[in-house]
């Protein structure tokens, strides 16, 4: 079942480049660095009020934030991410209503999660993903 919201993903073309804003401007504190190696990217992560923003930097032109940003130079919101206790039950939910599925099933996220992206041509617009905390534990923020 859905829980909350756990992360906004956005893209941006250099971490070292944007963490600065994220800390100095907001006064946020970066909680970890991971690179994703099946998701192509490297991350960052800020704590603000129980929900984490995770910076995206693609690390292969061809990753689907390398995609992104050649259609949204600036950067941006890449997606939405909702917290999952059951992620099987919540992708067939999805399915069994209408939503097309860019993963049928789980597959390794950053923070020690299991994701699952929802297409956005069946959810208003937004790229959704559902991420599930593996049963070993571990957060959203590279174990810290």
Do not use: W
């Amino acid at each position: 079942m859905l829980s909350k919201i756990d992360h906004l993903g956005i893209a941006v073309k250099s971490i070292d480049e944007a963490v600065p804003y994220y800390e100095k401007v907001l006064g946020l504190k970066c909680e970890g660095r991971e690179e994703v190696p099946s998701q192509k990217v490297r991350t960052a992560f800020f704590d603000i009020g129980g929900v984490h923003i995770e910076l995206l930097e693609p690390t292969s032109p061809d990753s689907p934030i390398a995609k992104f940003l050649e259609k949204n130079p600036a950067g941006g919101i890449h997606h939405l991410a909702l917290a999952t206790d059951n992620l099987e039950a919540d992708l067939k939910n999805a399915a069994d209503n209408g939503v097309r599925l860019i993963d049928e099933t789980g597959r390794p996220g950053a923070g020690n999660k299991t994701i699952a992206f929802l297409h956005p041509k069946s959810t208003m617009g937004v790229l959704t993903e559902f991420c599930q905390p593996n049963k070993d534990g571990g957060c959203c923020c590279g174990g810290h």
